[in-house]
Protein backbone atom coordinates (compact mmCIF):
# COMPACT_ATOMS: atom_id res chain seq x y z
CA UNK A 1 0.00 0.00 0.00
CA UNK A 2 1.25 3.45 -1.09
CA UNK A 3 1.01 6.50 0.84
CA UNK A 4 1.57 9.98 0.07
CA UNK A 5 1.75 12.89 2.85
CA UNK A 6 1.61 16.86 2.02
CA UNK A 7 1.90 19.03 4.90
CA UNK A 8 1.14 22.80 3.38
CA UNK A 9 1.37 25.76 5.71
CA UNK A 10 -1.61 28.38 5.78
CA UNK A 11 -1.78 31.74 7.00
CA UNK A 12 -4.62 32.61 9.41
CA UNK A 13 -7.65 33.40 7.83
CA UNK A 14 -8.64 37.50 8.45
CA UNK A 15 -10.89 38.80 10.86
CA UNK A 16 -13.02 40.22 7.40
CA UNK A 17 -13.60 35.85 6.46
CA UNK A 18 -11.82 36.12 3.46
CA UNK A 19 -11.43 32.82 2.01
CA UNK A 20 -8.17 31.94 1.71
CA UNK A 21 -7.26 30.28 -2.24
CA UNK A 22 -4.42 27.02 -1.67
CA UNK A 23 -2.69 25.28 -4.50
CA UNK A 24 -0.86 22.48 -3.61
CA UNK A 25 2.99 22.00 -4.88
CA UNK A 26 3.45 21.17 -8.55
CA UNK A 27 6.54 18.97 -8.11
CA UNK A 28 5.70 16.16 -5.97
CA UNK A 29 5.62 12.90 -7.95
CA UNK A 30 2.28 11.35 -8.19
CA UNK A 31 1.94 7.87 -8.72
CA UNK A 32 -1.79 7.64 -10.16
CA UNK A 33 -3.70 9.08 -12.41
CA UNK A 34 -6.65 10.01 -10.18
CA UNK A 35 -3.83 11.83 -7.67
CA UNK A 36 -2.83 13.43 -10.82
CA UNK A 37 -6.07 14.79 -11.67
CA UNK A 38 -7.10 15.39 -7.90
CA UNK A 39 -3.80 17.47 -7.94
CA UNK A 40 -3.44 19.48 -10.61
CA UNK A 41 -6.68 21.17 -10.17
CA UNK A 42 -6.39 22.65 -7.12
CA UNK A 43 -8.96 23.52 -4.72
CA UNK A 44 -10.11 25.69 -1.77
CA UNK A 45 -10.18 25.20 1.88
CA UNK A 46 -12.64 27.96 3.62
CA UNK A 47 -11.82 26.89 6.88
CA UNK A 48 -10.04 29.80 9.77
CA UNK A 49 -7.40 29.31 11.74
CA UNK A 50 -5.52 26.11 9.99
CA UNK A 51 -2.13 25.40 9.78
CA UNK A 52 -1.58 22.22 8.35
CA UNK A 53 -3.30 20.43 6.06
CA UNK A 54 -2.41 16.86 5.62
CA UNK A 55 -3.39 14.86 2.70
CA UNK A 56 -2.96 11.20 3.06
CA UNK A 57 -3.25 9.13 -0.33
CA UNK A 58 -3.78 5.10 -0.55
CA UNK A 59 -3.36 3.49 -3.40
CA UNK A 60 -4.66 0.03 -2.88
CA UNK A 61 -3.48 -0.62 -6.80
CA UNK A 62 -1.33 -4.22 -6.77
CA UNK A 63 1.86 -3.73 -8.72
CA UNK A 64 1.62 -5.18 -12.38
CA UNK A 65 2.91 -8.85 -12.57
CA UNK A 66 4.10 -10.12 -15.53
CA UNK A 67 2.21 -12.81 -17.56
CA UNK A 68 4.09 -16.05 -17.23
CA UNK A 69 3.80 -17.41 -20.79
CA UNK A 70 2.85 -21.78 -20.78
CA UNK A 71 5.99 -24.09 -21.61
CA UNK A 72 6.81 -25.38 -24.71
CA UNK A 73 4.61 -28.55 -25.56
CA UNK A 74 6.56 -31.80 -25.91
CA UNK A 75 3.26 -32.94 -28.41
CA UNK A 76 4.40 -30.68 -30.51
CA UNK A 77 8.45 -31.20 -30.70
CA UNK A 78 7.41 -35.14 -30.98
CA UNK A 79 4.69 -34.72 -34.31
CA UNK A 80 7.09 -32.70 -35.96
CA UNK A 81 10.09 -35.04 -35.98
CA UNK A 82 7.36 -37.81 -37.08
CA UNK A 83 6.31 -35.96 -39.82
CA UNK A 84 9.49 -34.80 -40.74
CA UNK A 85 11.13 -38.69 -40.53
CA UNK A 86 8.12 -39.24 -43.07
CA UNK A 87 8.90 -36.32 -45.42
CA UNK A 88 12.84 -36.67 -45.93
CA UNK A 89 12.70 -40.77 -45.80
CA UNK A 90 9.96 -40.34 -49.13
CA UNK A 91 11.63 -37.66 -50.81
CA UNK A 92 15.16 -39.58 -50.34
CA UNK A 93 13.44 -42.66 -52.13
CA UNK A 94 11.75 -40.95 -54.58
CA UNK A 95 14.87 -39.00 -55.48
CA UNK A 96 17.17 -42.19 -55.79
CA UNK A 97 15.00 -45.18 -55.91
CA UNK A 98 11.76 -44.15 -57.68
CA UNK A 99 11.50 -47.24 -59.98
CA UNK A 100 11.58 -49.51 -57.16
CA UNK A 101 9.07 -46.60 -54.99
CA UNK A 102 6.50 -46.73 -57.37
CA UNK A 103 6.63 -50.74 -58.19
CA UNK A 104 6.06 -51.00 -54.43
CA UNK A 105 3.40 -48.32 -54.20
CA UNK A 106 1.87 -49.26 -57.14
CA UNK A 107 2.62 -52.38 -58.47
CA UNK A 108 4.20 -53.41 -61.78
CA UNK A 109 1.98 -52.94 -64.47
CA UNK A 110 0.83 -49.18 -62.94
CA UNK A 111 4.64 -48.30 -62.37
CA UNK A 112 5.78 -48.90 -65.97
CA UNK A 113 2.57 -47.05 -67.36
CA UNK A 114 4.01 -44.22 -64.98
CA UNK A 115 6.57 -44.28 -66.41
CA UNK A 116 6.41 -43.21 -70.06
CA UNK A 117 6.58 -44.92 -73.30
CA UNK A 118 9.43 -42.64 -74.89
CA UNK A 119 12.62 -41.86 -73.93
CA UNK A 120 11.78 -38.64 -73.68
CA UNK A 121 9.07 -38.95 -71.97
CA UNK A 122 11.00 -41.24 -69.56
CA UNK A 123 13.46 -38.79 -69.01
CA UNK A 124 10.99 -35.60 -68.23
CA UNK A 125 9.32 -37.68 -65.40
CA UNK A 126 12.15 -38.71 -63.67
CA UNK A 127 13.31 -34.76 -63.85
CA UNK A 128 9.55 -33.40 -62.40
CA UNK A 129 9.36 -36.52 -60.13
CA UNK A 130 13.20 -36.15 -58.74
CA UNK A 131 12.24 -33.44 -58.17
CA UNK A 132 9.09 -33.79 -56.02
CA UNK A 133 11.06 -36.09 -53.97
CA UNK A 134 13.86 -33.09 -53.60
CA UNK A 135 10.54 -30.46 -52.12
CA UNK A 136 9.18 -33.64 -49.93
CA UNK A 137 12.74 -33.76 -48.24
CA UNK A 138 13.36 -30.00 -48.02
CA UNK A 139 9.71 -29.99 -46.23
CA UNK A 140 10.95 -32.60 -43.95
CA UNK A 141 13.93 -30.45 -43.03
CA UNK A 142 11.60 -27.12 -42.68
CA UNK A 143 9.87 -29.59 -40.46
CA UNK A 144 13.02 -30.83 -38.44
CA UNK A 145 13.59 -26.90 -37.95
CA UNK A 146 10.19 -25.64 -36.95
CA UNK A 147 10.32 -28.57 -34.59
CA UNK A 148 12.74 -26.44 -32.41
CA UNK A 149 10.87 -23.90 -32.02
CA UNK A 150 9.33 -22.61 -28.43
CA UNK A 151 6.68 -19.98 -28.70
CA UNK A 152 3.27 -21.45 -27.87
CA UNK A 153 0.94 -18.95 -30.45
CA UNK A 154 3.38 -20.13 -33.32
CA UNK A 155 3.19 -24.04 -32.52
CA UNK A 156 -0.92 -23.76 -32.24
CA UNK A 157 -1.04 -21.21 -35.82
CA UNK A 158 1.36 -23.96 -37.33
CA UNK A 159 -1.00 -26.99 -36.34
CA UNK A 160 -4.09 -25.32 -37.56
CA UNK A 161 -1.87 -24.48 -41.22
CA UNK A 162 -0.86 -28.19 -41.50
CA UNK A 163 -4.30 -29.31 -40.37
CA UNK A 164 -5.54 -27.29 -43.54
CA UNK A 165 -2.87 -27.94 -46.08
CA UNK A 166 -4.09 -32.12 -45.59
CA UNK A 167 -7.34 -31.25 -46.06
CA UNK A 168 -6.95 -29.37 -49.10
CA UNK A 169 -4.85 -32.63 -50.11
CA UNK A 170 -7.54 -34.54 -49.27
CA UNK A 171 -9.90 -32.49 -51.47
CA UNK A 172 -7.70 -32.84 -53.91
CA UNK A 173 -7.58 -36.58 -54.36
CA UNK A 174 -11.17 -37.01 -54.09
CA UNK A 175 -12.05 -34.56 -56.92
CA UNK A 176 -9.27 -35.31 -59.48
CA UNK A 177 -6.78 -38.24 -58.46
CA UNK A 178 -9.36 -40.86 -58.08
CA UNK A 179 -10.97 -40.28 -62.20
CA UNK A 180 -7.05 -41.05 -63.09
CA UNK A 181 -7.87 -44.89 -63.49
CA UNK A 182 -4.21 -45.94 -63.21
CA UNK A 183 -4.44 -44.66 -59.79
CA UNK A 184 -7.97 -45.66 -59.10
CA UNK A 185 -6.86 -48.40 -56.64
CA UNK A 186 -4.28 -46.09 -54.85
CA UNK A 187 -5.86 -43.19 -53.86
CA UNK A 188 -8.22 -43.87 -50.76
CA UNK A 189 -5.14 -45.61 -49.18
CA UNK A 190 -3.45 -42.09 -49.71
CA UNK A 191 -6.63 -40.12 -48.84
CA UNK A 192 -6.50 -42.39 -45.21
CA UNK A 193 -3.21 -40.94 -45.17
CA UNK A 194 -3.28 -37.40 -45.30
CA UNK A 195 -6.37 -38.09 -42.76
CA UNK A 196 -4.28 -39.82 -40.51
CA UNK A 197 -1.17 -36.80 -40.75
CA UNK A 198 -4.19 -34.08 -39.83
CA UNK A 199 -5.58 -36.03 -37.33
CA UNK A 200 -2.10 -36.00 -35.63
CA UNK A 201 -1.98 -32.38 -35.63
CA UNK A 202 -5.62 -32.21 -34.47
CA UNK A 203 -4.41 -34.27 -31.45
CA UNK A 204 -1.52 -31.33 -30.71
CA UNK A 205 -4.41 -28.81 -30.47
CA UNK A 206 -6.44 -30.29 -28.16
CA UNK A 207 -3.48 -31.33 -26.07
CA UNK A 208 -2.04 -28.00 -25.97
CA UNK A 209 -6.02 -26.64 -25.38
CA UNK A 210 -6.50 -29.31 -22.55
CA UNK A 211 -3.31 -28.16 -20.62
CA UNK A 212 -3.98 -24.09 -21.29
CA UNK A 213 -7.04 -24.32 -19.79
CA UNK A 214 -6.97 -27.23 -17.03
Known sequence: MLM???????????????????????????????????????????????STFTLHLYSSMAPPTSATPPPPSSAFFAICLLHSAVATTCGALMMFYLNEISVFGHGPETARKLQGSTPHDQLLIQISDSFAGLLLFAIGFLLFMVSFVKDHDFQNFFAKGCILLHV????????????????ARDWPRQLVGDVVLSLSWLFFLVYSWREKYD
Open 4 to 50: ITLDVNYLEEEEDDEEVEIRLPSDIRLLTSSAALFLGLGFCLPYRRI
Open 168 to 183: FMALWRICFERHLEDL
